[in-house]
């Protein structure tokens, strides 16, 4: 069992990570990509490959990293408590992380060797970029209305 304190610090660690993690996504979904479906593909492709490249440095991934690690530990011990709802929370959370390590990076990466053309990856990652979002903000607020 871990300690309350610890188990409180890997709460607001998550609801916090998570919320910020989410309007990344969002931000995205709603700003950005509807932005490069307006410019040639070649160009859009050479974008997100360079947001990709800058996205993989400290500050995003420490982010990520918070609430991928913090959702888990906090998913262990809600379920372990038996607490089901914030389990929930702490499992929507834990989707986000999950989309974007199997399914987002594997298609950026295709995208950055050109083994994926502009039009399919735009499709894929943008659909898989909505779900991480609410998977996250959906994750955050039903913690948070848990407290």
């Avoid at 919320?19 to 479906?37: C, K």
């Avoid at 903000?137 to 407290?147: F, H, K, P, S």
Wanted: charged residues 10%; positive net charge; proline residues 4%.
């Amino acid at each position: 069992m871990i300690p309350e304190w610890l188990a409180a610090a890997l709460l607001i660690a998550t609801i916090s990570s998570a919320g910020i993690v989410a309007g990344f996504y969002a931000a995205f979904a709603l700003v950005v990509f509807p932005a490069l479906t307006s410019v040639q593909n070649s160009a859009a492709g050479d974008f997100m490959i360079s947001v990709n490249q800058h996205a993989e440095r400290p500050a995003f991934l420490g982010l990520f990293f918070l609430s991928l690690l913090s959702s888990l530990g906090y998913t262990a011990y809600a379920l372990a408590q038996g607490l089901l709802v914030p389990a929930m929370g702490s499992l929507l959370v834990l989707s986000g992380a999950l989309l974007t390590i199997f399914l987002s990076v594997p298609l950026n990466r295709a995208l950055q060797r050109a083994t994926i053309p502009w039009t399919r990856y735009r499709r894929r990652w943008h659909r898989v970029n909505v779900l991480r979002a609410v998977g996250s903000a959906a994750g955050a607020l039903l913690l948070l209305l848990t407290v």
